[in-house]
């Protein structure tokens, strides 16, 4: 009766279709979100996107109403479409579970549209079929009660986002409901281009529908960072310069730019990954206690840090890129070897920097940040460094190594997440003699189930129209502010960087620099 009533034949209404309608406006008119993701056919859309759409509906966190469409230029039917994304999908609470009937479901909700980026015509065609999927079981009488909610993710390279936002926001927004964008990284390559490409979004969408994603806030153990200060007693009173020696924000990666060199070298290591993922930890780390857990009050205390900090200095910068070498009869490529990177690149994929906040709870501890590629190990980490004790009855004579000896609280936020402290323990026996050990809260031991992809966490937030984990354009400003300078100088004055080999540690520089701070990098 439904399908009947819908096909416009209300006037023919048995009395139990008038009860059917009944129940409809009851139970159903509600609202729809229909997800759009734009460059469906790249890298992020099928490694991470959609897998995290399907993660969403798997744990029946999406509305009711939800489709999910694919819009790129790329030829591609519906079943095309589902063929493709349904290779990336795995089950969410255990990968041996067979979940092959959700999976069909979800795929059945997933659409595909082919067009220009620039095409106002292409958006609304694709607005056409949003539209019949939105209504698809409302009868025509009820249509109006319906409210269609829109997000687009814009997951194609950044030269595209504002032909995207403009026939979007004139083409395919929503009628009556909320239209949201998701805005991936790079969001400018300096503060003048990054204010530019902020000007030209607000010229089709105000502040609060922008959410500029930093998937490093998606982290699980990023996220807890402030749950771990606020509402420990034992953290929050040593989380300053009287307690804290320095502070340290790690990022390595054992593998390369593979595949990506051509986006990667009209960026380099600091605009990839310290502009954007560590300085947001650094933020978080830092900032005072909000007044409330709102994203108003808690996005307000991150620019107080980042505008505190004082200007970056080369001096204390190093740089870095990766050369190729054989190790075992393996050879590994520079990063010059890669057909995309110019000749002669000197992009740096390694970098690392000490900073400074000026205000009253951090003068003088240095933050210490290392990120690079092609580095011997993969992890994120933030390392704090406790001050020595004073007066320590415990010396050398007990085995100690004093210039080690000091309490470490380790974040791993990736790989096999944890959080230890590194305390000074006697070894059991007669005698006395002290070893470093872990109190360790190591995830996997401690909390069964998966842990979710950062990509999940913050489409859903968006979905919902939570932007805690989303950049405020006046925090993207001071990140700007902060690293602009620094990048030009390094780019006018062509520093050259220091080459390291594949697989290695990285260059020597960053131990100096750390040296000079009396820091050992952890
Ligand atoms: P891709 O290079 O794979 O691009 C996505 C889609 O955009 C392509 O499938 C293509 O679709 C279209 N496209 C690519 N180049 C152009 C072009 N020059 N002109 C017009 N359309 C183009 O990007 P990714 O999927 O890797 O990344 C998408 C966005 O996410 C980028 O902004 C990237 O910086 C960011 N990002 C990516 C990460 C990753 O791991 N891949 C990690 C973090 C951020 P079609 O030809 O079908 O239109
Ligand atoms: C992206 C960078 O933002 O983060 C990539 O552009 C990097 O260069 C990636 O590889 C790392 O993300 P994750 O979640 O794998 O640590």
Known sequence: PLKKLKDGLLSTTSSEDSRELANFSINEKGSTVSITVVGASGDLAKKKIFPALFALYYEDCLPKHFTVFGYARSKMTDVELRDMVSRTLTCRIDKRENCSEKMDQFLKRCFYHSGQYDSEENFKELAKKMKEQEFEDVPLLMQDGRISNRLFYLSVPPNIFIDVV??????????????????????????????????????????????????????ELVENLSVLRFSNLIFEPLWS???????????????????????????????????NHLLQMLALFAMETPVTLEAEDIRNEKVKVLRSMKPLQLENMVIGQYKGHTKGGVTYPAYTDDKTVPKGSLTPTFAATALFINNARWDGVPFLMKAGKALHTKRAEIRVQFRHVPGNLYNRSFGTDLDRATNELVIRVQPDEAIYLKINNKVPGLGMRLDRSNLNLHYAARYKNEIPDAYERLLLDAIEGERRLFIRSDELDAAWSLFTPLLKEIEEKKIIPEYYPYGSRGPVGAHYLAARYNVRWG
């Not at 964008?181 to 922008?210: C, H, M």
């Not at 804290?244 to 060199?261: A, C, L, Y």
């Open 241 to 275: 310069r009287q307690y804290i020696r320095n502070v340290q924000f790690i990022f390595s990666e054992d593998f390369g730019t593979e595949g990506r060199g051509g986006y990667f070298d009209n960026y380099g290591i600091i605009r990839d990954i310290m502009q």
């Open 166 to 219: 403009k026939c979007a926001s004139t083409s395919a927004s929503s009628a009556n409901g909320w239209t949201r964008v998701i805005v991936e990284k790079p969001f400018g390559r300096d503060f003048e281009s990054s204010a530019a490409l902020t000007r030209s979004l607000k010229e089709y969408l105000v502040e609060d529908q922008i959410f500029r994603i930093d998937h490093y806030l998606g982290k």
